[in-house]
């Protein structure tokens, strides 16, 4: 299972992280790609105008191209500088700026825009007479906020991630850990039922070697083998209704349920129970006859044996808007609020001595949730005044 756990973090913070480092990877890019493309523009801007003598470029020293900085360098027909315009007020000394233009005039490139998050400068050369340079200090520094910037959300957002991922895959898995110890103990509470009898059977089998006569030997045998088919039988009545695939069929409901609870008439009249039926005639619902007519069977089984004696069973069916409920009533010892939930889970058993003696297993409960859930309804249990209540909800 824990394997299974780190299989789904891992997976998940994968993507996530594949996800994050695409977005920061993309952003970055294309916002390189932005500010190059304003480098050029601006130096091609600046040549334009320089090209068309755009007086601007001579009268007004102090001009931005978005966020470059122009300098001008005119150059006569021997590549000499003849005049260097800085069209900004950022304190650069001429002499730097003629300092830089003579090693580009070197370089015997016409343009340049470099690597900008490390180049400081790019340029253009126009025919020989126009040397355009354009600082990239506020870009650079601009890129270089935005890669900061970057690196800060991935270290937030990967911390945020792992705690979004151990959340998801507590989530996912949380189903799976439950029916995983719920198969522990079904496999623990099925090997410990079928212990008691198996070692009855095999001390019987050795007295019987002893005293191969004793008819009584033969007897516990039997018992106990009939209690274990008993439970085997459970078990796998109880594995088939954890199945969905099988067929449902339209189907008159009140006949079925009418029909299974008469069945019961003669065992209730053992302990002077009187069956009480309130039955709205012709209701149809699409349903699994023999599931259904299991569910009665261990409802009013279960109500039987836990009501007082000379008391009613009442079984109510009636269909209110699109469901049809079903409610077996019985007056007898309540049971406890917090037994309500626990008394359709696998083996539970809320008086556990009186149930083993009369070879229950707590399975009956576990069977009528799965067949209700397979029909797409509810079951719950309630008690109050000694009056107890197993409701079951269909949507029809």
Request: hydrophobic residues 40%; positive net charge.
């Amino acid at each position: 299972m824990k394997k299974l756990k780190n299989k789904v973090f891992y997976t998940i913070f994968s993507i996530l992280m594949l996800s994050l480092v695409s977005f920061i990877v993309i952003f970055n890019i294309q916002n390189y790609l932005d500010q190059k493309n304003i480098v050029k523009r601006n130096l091609d801007m600046a040549i334009n105008e320089n090209r068309r003598n755009n007086p601007i470029f001579d009268n007004n020293r102090n001009i931005r191209f978005m966020d470059n900085t122009i300098y001008t360098i005119k150059l006569d027909s021997n590549n000499n500088i003849t005049d260097i315009i800085n069209h900004s007020n950022n304190g650069i000394e001429e002499t730097t700026i003629k300092e830089l233009a003579t090693n580009i005039l070197k370089e015997n490139k016409k343009e340049k825009i470099g690597f900008l998050y490390f180049d400081k400068y790019s340029y253009k050369l126009e025919n020989g007479k126009i040397l355009v340079i354009a600082n990239n200090f506020n870009i650079q520094n601009m890129l270089l906020k935005g890669l900061r910037n970057s690196i800060i959300i991935f270290i937030l957002l990967t911390i945020i991630f792992i705690y979004i991922s151990k959340l998801i895959t507590n989530w996912i898995t949380k189903p799976v850990m439950e029916s995983f110890n719920k198969q522990k103990d079904f496999i623990y509470d099925a090997s410990h039922e079928l212990k008691t009898p198996l070692a009855v059977i095999m001390s019987n089998i050795s007295c019987l070697k002893d005293n191969p006569k004793e008819k009584k030997w033969l007897n516990n045998i039997e018992n106990e083998s009939n209690k274990m088919n008993d439970l085997i039988k459970k078990l796998l009545t109880l594995a088939k209704t954890e199945r969905e695939d099988y067929s449902k069929l339209e189907g008159n409901l009140s006949k079925t349920i009418e029909l299974s609870s008469i069945s019961f008439e003669a065992v209730a009249y053992e302990k002077g129970i009187t069956l009480e039926y309130n039955i709205q005639d012709n209701i149809k619902f699409n349903y699994n006859e023999n599931d259904i007519k299991e569910l009665i069977s261990i409802l009013l089984d279960n109500a039987i044996k836990h009501s007082y004696d000379n008391e009613k069973i009442k079984i109510n069916l009636n269909k209110e808007n699109n469901n049809i409920i079903l409610e077996v009533v019985n007056k007898g010892d309540e049971i406890k609020k917090e037994d309500e939930e626990k008394i359709f889970e696998r083996f539970y058993r809320v008086d556990k001595a009186r149930t083993r003696n009369e070879n229950r297993y707590g399975l009956g409960l576990a069977i009528a949730k799965n067949i209700v859930i397979n029909h797409r309804g509810t079951i719950k249990a309630s008690s109050k005044n000694n009056i107890t209540t197993f409701k079951v909800i269909f949507k029809g």
